[in-house]
Every structure is written in structure tokens, then in C-alpha cells.
């Protein structure tokens, strides 16, 4: 292939917060021209090296995606350059990418499209179970429809990625290559570096307060109540919500039913670049996913390896792939994911005992190595050399 390769991202979301699509966009570029056409609410976002055309979202999701589907597939290959924010068309690979690279599964349709009409390559990512997600819980129709628009345009992919093994092995009965590359942090991030101390200086937190920390989206099924309801029973610590979303409101007005509401703390998002700086002013990381459906059951979030990234012991739910992970590493302690009282009690047993804190902290400084980001880079930019070199054949 003469010319640089042209690899293009589709994506539904903030662009800026999500470390995943950052970490891939990156590894991309250092082999390829990169584009990301994304529907989203920040349209200002950037990525360094990356051009990034983001149309606006507006209020309704269930409106705005057709319309995505129909203004990025006017887009690319063929032209249609009014679809686009003014400027978008000139971000874009002209006569269309070599590799389409579905971020997400609402972006898929879109990726497929571009990919068949340039008879280019196109890989899907399935950043989790989606057909078993919260939302779907319960709303059979909707699960039947995502599960067959998945099923329609994941089968086109050349390859499908996930997040673990656990996911890729229900995957794998539906589609030929699925690929793990986990969802780990960049780098370590050590707890006596510049900026260790924003969450206490940011929120006004008392020192003599330990600051147990969750973060990512605040939306049901990632424990916030569950952590806020065992706080109520743990003395001398505060809890911080590091993250954006619906429940946040929910969030402070449970805090102040159960009279713990100037011990709970709200911090916005922050970018994904800062964002270990953020964590490693924590005392203990918490990983408290609800069992709404298999896609939290199985899931292995990002922040799990944030929290190990930063040196944090970490309480998490007892699930087939947290647990694993927790007692591997033996970075942390497994408590059941809908007690409040078990999760209580492990966390005044752990704060009560610096010598059990620091041996949780030091085995997670010494596990994190082995969940960086670097192992999963090469993985992923040698399945992107592979799918070029067949584009080109």
C-alpha cells in the first residue's frame, strides 16, 4: 500500500472520557491516518493526531441514531458533504477508509455500511454484553430488536473484540473471530506524584477522613446506593462519586436520608488523561457492580484496573471476573455485590487495620504491571496490521 492507511472510528459518546477509544484511536495512529465520525453532546471534542467529526446528539438517543446511521453513511465514501457540521467532510478520508472500526454497537450499522461500500475491512468492537445490558432488563422487545441488529452487521466484521473472556466465550457461539483485549490503564500512576492529593483539596475533605472512591458513570447498577447505605455504618471515612449521570441527584438525596450527606462527594467527570491523578488521592478503590443482567454479572470494568493502576486496595463485587481478578492479584477483597452490611463490615475491618491496608496497597502496586495497557496496544495494532495488509491484497 503506497499511500498511509486510513483507519475510521464510529462512536456514540464522549469522546474525551472514554479511555477506550482514546487508547485504540492512539495505537491506530502511530500506523495509519485516523478519523473518528462520532454522534455525541460535546462537539468540540479532540484527539491529539485524530480528526474527529462529531454530530450533534440532541435529546433523543432513539431519534438522533437513524438519522447518525443516515448522515455518516451520506458521508463516507461517496460524498454527501452537506450532512455535516461545516468543515466535517474536510476531517474525513477522502473515497472512504481501508478499516472501519465499530466502537460500540450503535455505531455498528453505520461501520458496516461504510465498510461494505468501499469493500473495506471492518472490526467490531463489543465493549461489553449489550444485548444483556440493565437498560434491556425486563424489555423483552428490546432486547430481541439490539440482539438482531447485532447479529445482522457483527457477523460482517472481520474481527469482534471484547473486554474478557467471560463475554468472548458467549460470543464466540454466534460470531468466527472474537478477540480479548481487556480494558486496562495506560500506565501506573504512583500515589506520591504531582496532583495525589485533588480529591481531598477539591471537595474539602478533613485528613483525618479516608476517602473511599468510586468512579465512572453514575447510572444504576454501578452500587452507588449500596456504597452510600454501608458508609452509613463505616465512621471516619468520606465517600467520593468521581463521574456524571442520571443518578446523581438520587445519589445525595439518599445520602442525606440516611444522614451521611456531609460525608458524600460529587466530582465531575474528569478527562480520561488526568484521570489517575484523580485516583491515586483515595484510600480505597470500590468496584460495587449490581447483578442487573449478564452483562454486569460479567463485566470487568475499566475502573478495577484504574484503581490497581493507582495503588488502591479495591472492595468489589464477587463476580466470575472482578473476583478473579481481585484474588489473583490478591489486590483487593471480593464482598457480595447486593449486601451492604457484608460490604460495611469488610471496609471497617480494612480501615480499622493499616497494616491490612498497606499489604492490600502494596499488592496492588506490585499486580499492576500486569494489567497495563502497552500488553493489549500490541495486541490490537497487530490485528489492525493484519486487516490492512488483507484490505490491500
Known amino acids: 500500500m503506497s499511500r498511509r492507511p486510513q483507519i475510521c472510528f464510529t462512536f456514540v459518546g464522549t469522546v474525551s472520557r472514554d479511555s477506550r477509544l482514546r487508547r485504540f484511536a492512539r495505537a491506530a495512529a502511530a500506523i495509519a491516518d485516523v478519523s473518528v465520525l462520532t454522534l455525541t453532546d460535546e462537539p468540540a471534542a479532540t484527539l491529539h493526531g485524530v480528526a474527529i467529526v462529531s454530530i450533534p446528539r440532541g435529546p433523543s438517543l432513539r431519534s438522533a441514531l437513524p438519522r447518525f446511521w443516515r448522515m455518516g453513511a451520506d458521508a463516507l465514501p461517496a460524498g454527501g458533504a452537506d450532512a455535516l457540521p461545516a468543515g466535517g467532510a474536510d476531517a474525513l478520508p477522502a473515497g472512504g477508509a481501508d478499516l472501519y472500526i465499530a466502537a460500540d454497537l450503535y455505531s455498528l450499522p453505520l461501520a458496516a455500511r461504510l465498510a461494505a461500500a468501499g469493500s473495506s475491512g471492518l472490526i467490531y468492537d463489543s465493549r461489553e454484553l449489550y444485548r444483556a445490558i440493565a437498560a434491556l432488563e425486563g424489555r ?136 489517575l491523578s484523580w485516583t491515586a488521592g483515595a484510600d480505597v478503590g470500590l468496584c460495587m457492580i449490581e447483578n442487573l443482567g449478564r452483562s454486569y454479572y460479567l463485566s470487568l470494568p475499566n475502573k478495577l484496573f484504574e484503581y490497581m493502576a493507582a495503588g488502591l486496595p479495591v472492595v468489589g463485587s464477587d463476580f466470575p471476573e472482578i473476583g478473579r481478578v481481585l484474588r489473583a492479584s490478591g489486590a483487593g477483597i471480593p464482598v457480595p455485590a447486593d449486601n451492604p452490611d457484608a460490604l460495611a463490615e469488610s471496609l471497617r475491618q480494612l480501615l480499622a487495620d493499616s497494616a491490612r491496608l498497606e499489604e492490600l496497597r502494596q499488592r496492588s502496586v506490585d499486580a499492576r504491571t500486569a494489567y497495563q495497557w502497552q500488553s493489549e496496544e500490541t495486541l490490537f495494532r497487530s490485528l489492525l496490521e493484519e486487516q490492512l495488509r488483507k484490505t490491500a491484497d
Open 140 to 275: 423483552r422487545l428490546m432486547q430481541g430488536f439490539w440482539s438482531a441488529l447485532e447479529r445482522r452487521y457483527a457477523r460482517r466484521a472481520h474481527a469482534v473484540l471484547t473486554v474478557n473472556d467471560s463475554i468472548a466465550e458467549i460470543l464466540r457461539a454466534e460470531f468466527d473471530d472474537v478477540r480479548v483485549l481487556h480494558n486496562y490503564p495506560d500506565a501506573v500512576e504512583d500515589r506520591a506524584s504531582n496532583g495525589s492529593n485533588r480529591l481531598r483539596e477539591a471537595l474539602g475533605i478533613p485528613a483525618d477522613q479516608r476517602i473511599l472512591l468510586s468512579q465512572g458513570g453514575l447510572q444504576r447498577g454501578r452500587g452507588a446506593l449500596l456504597c452510600v447505605n454501608a458508609l452509613a455504618q463505616v465512621d471516619a471515612a468520606a465517600l467520593v462519586f468521581l463521574g456524571d449521570g442520571p443518578l446523581r441527584d438520587e445519589i445525595l438525596l439518599h445520602a442525606r436520608v440516611h444522614g451521611v450527606e456531609d460525608r458524600v462527594h460529587v466530582h465531575p467527570a474528569v478527562p480520561s488523561d488526568e484521570l
